[in-house]
């Protein structure tokens, strides 16, 4: 499997829930390598803008005067947290970096607030570098609290270790399905195997009248791919759209030419395109290749294609059929959504990488630190999972559209932007800052395609034990 399709199991936790958790970074701004695994990252040094306010809601931070030595990682006047990602992989340097940032970032905001309650944050950030997923599961159980707003790629084969230590987490993504629905897990943005956003979806046939016969899904020879593929062809025959099924199918390392298949496409009559792959070189000689050929099919993608990778690449022109559903607010968006642009401010005074996934971050970050600041001086980790599993509407401050994270459901929002040139513009609604949100936005998936077993609490039985920490009543 390439490196890139690996990285995209991660970073469809940015889409609109249209596949299952998928991580491709943003490729633009992958310096700085971090330090080795459970290295400390930020624990207040340095400044950044302090508030009491991030985007929409309270600040979770400030003084106080709790104490005790109530759990693992909390003391008298600190809080020990991991966080992380997988910048140091080889073969990727960089990827979702901007994770990792996000956090460190917060740590530093929250930190000048006094902390939670008074108790500072100490930060120990983890490079998974891809393949170490279990090594840093395995430091954090000696040390942290909880796992927060981390995003490891391989996250699966650290879960038996994250259960069996009993180390809660507010995931800023997951990737695995066992991961996704494992106990003691929270995320700002779920992405469950069982429930599916097609918010896109809905979007367009509502842009276009004709989308419903005249749409295709481009497949692919990578497994991750096809898995994609399946779930969000599954999905469209369950709302009445059926497919052309032209067969174009790309080989996942490459063609030595793509315009037979942009032949193919134009023959066919293709007039909308779905991928479930992530944009590299291939897929962009891919569109190249329609472009010359005459074809003008309108490309409906999913949110790994909003990234400054994608618009750099559409200098020519030949992307600006693109339309990219988000759950998300953009990025251009900053100027009318108090929170996005608190995000940007917030991490880009530390020199961080800015894009989706450091949001996404960000709003796990501040779920954390919400529900640990309800706790008080009585900060166990019973006490949070119990804060987090009340908590069923959530945006971030206005970072994304509302979620459930206490039920692990993901939205029934969306918005679509649409690249011109190499700017994105929010295309539906029209109005700057909106989601579009409806009853049917999300769907049952087939449990064929879960890749694991749900107990009647819609948590995956592979790794469950009789002792995890489960939400108490009252």
Request: hydrophobic share 35%; glycine share 12%; net charge neutral.
């Amino acid at each position: 499997m390439k490196v890139d399709k690996i990285g995209r199991l991660a970073a469809g936790a940015l889409a609109v829930a249209l596949v299952t958790a998928s991580c491709a970074s943003d490729r633009s701004g992958t310096d700085g390598i971090s330090d080795g695994n459970g290295g400390n990252g930020s624990d207040g040094g340095g400044k950044t803008t302090a508030s009491k306010t991030f985007g929409t809601m309270p600040s979770p931070c400030g003084p106080g005067d709790a104490k005790g030595k109530t759990d693992q990682g909390v003391t008298d006047d600190q809080i020990a947290i991991g966080f992380g990602d997988d910048r140091g992989f080889a073969s990727a340097p960089g990827l979702s970096k901007e994770m990792g940032d996000a956090i460190g970032a917060m740590i530093d905001w929250c930190n000048e607030q006094g902390g939670i309650n008074g108790r500072k944050l100490k930060g120990n950030q983890y490079d998974a570098a891809m393949t170490q997923s279990v090594k840093v599961v395995q430091e954090s159980c000696k040390q942290d609290f909880m796992l927060v707003g981390q995003g490891f790629a391989l996250d699966d084969a650290a879960e038996q270790y994250r259960v069996g230590c009993k180390l809660p987490t507010v995931a800023g993504f997951t990737v695995g399905p066992n991961a996704a629905m494992g106990p003691m897990k929270y995320e700002a943005v779920p992405y469950p195997v069982d429930l599916m956003n097609i918010g896109a979806l809905r979007i367009a046939e509502k842009q276009f009248p004709d989308f419903k016969g005249k749409t295709d899904i481009l497949l692919s020879t990578s497994p991750a791919v096809t898995h994609g593929t399946n779930k969000i062809a599954g999905a469209m025959k369950g709302i009445g759209i059926t497919p052309m099924e032209c067969g174009v199918r790309l080989n996942d390392k490459g063609e030595s030419s793509y315009m037979p298949f942009a032949e193919k496409i134009k023959d066919c009559g293709v007039k909308y395109l779905w991928t479930s792959d992530s944009p590299d070189p291939g897929q962009f000689s891919f569109l190249e290749s329609i472009d010359r050929a005459g074809a003008k099919p309108t490309y409906v993608f999913e949110a790994t294609w909003y990234s400054t990778f994608v618009s750099k690449w559409n200098a020519s022109g030949a992307g600006n059929n693109l339309h990219v559903g988000m759950i998300f607010q953009p990025l251009e968006n900053a100027a009318k959504v108090p929170a996005v642009k608190q995000y940007t401010d917030i991490v880009g005074a530390k020199k961080g990488k800015v894009a989706l996934l450091g949001m996404q971050a960000t709003s796990s970050f501040l779920l954390w630190a919400q529900s640990a600041q309800k706790c008080g001086s009585d900060l166990t980790r019973q006490c949070v999972i119990n804060e987090l599993s009340k908590v069923h509407e959530w945006t971030g401050g206005g970072l994304h559209a509302p979620t459930d994270p206490g039920n692990n459901k993901p939205a029934s929002c969306s918005l679509m932007v649409k690249l011109n040139g190499t700017k994105y513009e929010q295309a539906f609604p029209k109005n700057v800052g909106e989601f579009e949100c409806g009853g049917d936005f999300v769907v049952k998936t087939d449990p064929k395609t879960w890749g694991t077993t749900l107990n009647a609490d819609r948590t995956s039985t592979k790794f469950l034990t009789g002792d995890v920490i489960k939400p108490q009543a009252g």
